[in-house]
């Protein structure tokens, strides 16, 4: 039995063995639904070159409010222009959830990919880029309805401009959605880390506190913090999944 399979055959057991699993999806099941991770070194120098500007930059709270028109173009072209559909892992974690044994599912994604896939109990750290409302009135708008507007998008009603419904730089994630996602990690019997690494920011604060030895890291690249998790197994999530909850 190679290395892995023994990875995957403890993984499995532990699984079977839990009843309140906490899912931490990283940017490994945007990678794995079609999209792009924006701040890889290949999509900041393209990014770069196209708007002489960083994803940081184009993607802050003080751009959105300078530079508007510029803020939208790169957001509808980048962010809400990606045809992304859920991939195969959302199905997998949609039937664990199913046996009940899904406790939370902790995401940083603010693409809707777990709403379409029917998962329930998602904290949504960064937003959800369906959820806008106006600056001014706070009527709320479709993403269909920002995708479709020219320029920068305006309410109907006050025509002051639309605010996507996500995190942008420059902002701090809401106080009850940290706490509940600490929370659930304090009342976990096993973590999934899922497409992401251990030096993640969502994994490090959420999983400060956490005292058992049952946290599993599921990712295609090696990382000098593999070390903190219990189990590693190198590889595409949506590969893996099927085998240890099988």
């Given at each position: 039995?190679?290395?892995?399979?023994?990875?995957?055959?403890?993984?499995?057991?532990?699984?079977?063995?839990?009843?309140?699993?906490?899912?931490?999806?990283?940017?490994?099941?945007?990678?794995?639904?079609?999209?792009?991770?924006?701040?890889?070194?290949?999509?900041?120098?393209?990014?770069?070159d196209i708007y002489h500007k960083s994803p940081d930059e184009m993607m802050s709270v003080g751009y959105?409010?300078?530079?508007?028109?510029?803020?939208?173009?790169?957001?509808?072209?980048?962010?809400?222009?990606?045809?992304?559909?859920?991939?195969?892992?959302?199905?997998?974690?949609?039937?664990?959830?199913?046996?009940?044994?899904?406790?939370?599912?902790?995401?940083?994604?603010?693409?809707?990919?777990?709403?379409?896939?029917?998962?329930?109990?998602?904290?949504?750290?960064?937003?959800?880029?369906?959820?806008?409302?106006?600056?001014?009135?706070?009527?709320?708008?479709?993403?269909?309805?920002?995708?479709?507007?020219?320029?920068?998008?305006?309410?109907?009603?006050?025509?002051?401009?639309?605010?996507?419904?996500?995190?942008?730089?420059?902002?701090?994630?809401?106080?009850?959605?940290?706490?509940?996602?600490?929370?659930?990690?304090?009342?976990?019997?096993?973590?999934?880390?899922?497409g992401t690494n251990m030096y993640d920011n969502m994994v490090k604060f959420c999983t400060e506190d956490?005292?058992?030895?049952?946290?599993?890291?599921?990712?295609?690249?090696?990382?000098?913090?593999?070390?903190?998790?219990?189990?590693?197994?190198?590889?595409?999530?949506?590969?893996?999944?099927?085998?240890?909850?099988?």
């Amino acid at each position: 039995m190679s290395d892995q399979s023994e990875e995957i055959r403890k993984v499995k057991e532990m699984i079977e063995d839990s009843s309140r699993i906490v899912v931490m999806l990283g940017v490994g099941a945007i990678i794995e639904s079609g999209g792009e991770n924006l701040w890889s070194s290949r999509e900041c120098y393209r990014i770069e070159d196209i708007y002489h500007k960083s994803p940081d930059e184009m993607m802050s709270v003080g751009y959105y409010s300078a530079r508007r028109d510029k803020f939208f173009e790169f957001y509808k072209r980048e962010i809400i222009g990606c045809d992304l559909k859920p991939a195969p892992l959302y199905n997998d974690l949609k039937r664990l959830q199913e046996r009940g044994k899904i406790l939370k599912i902790i995401t940083q994604s603010y693409f809707d990919l777990h709403n379409e896939a029917g998962l329930k109990d998602v904290v949504e750290l960064h937003g959800n880029v369906k959820n806008n409302h106006c600056s001014e009135c706070g009527k709320k708008f479709t993403v269909e309805y920002i995708r479709e507007s020219k320029g920068v998008p305006l309410c109907d009603v006050c025509k002051s401009a639309i605010r996507p419904g996500i995190l942008l730089f420059g902002e701090t994630i809401h106080n009850d959605l940290m706490t509940e996602a600490v929370n659930a990690c304090e009342e976990a019997d096993l973590i999934l880390v899922l497409g992401t690494n251990m030096y993640d920011n969502m994994v490090k604060f959420c999983t400060e506190d956490y005292k058992s030895d049952r946290v599993v890291l599921i990712t295609k690249e090696e990382h000098f913090t593999d070390r903190y998790a219990d189990i590693v197994i190198h590889g595409c999530v949506s590969d893996i999944l099927p085998k240890v909850i099988a």
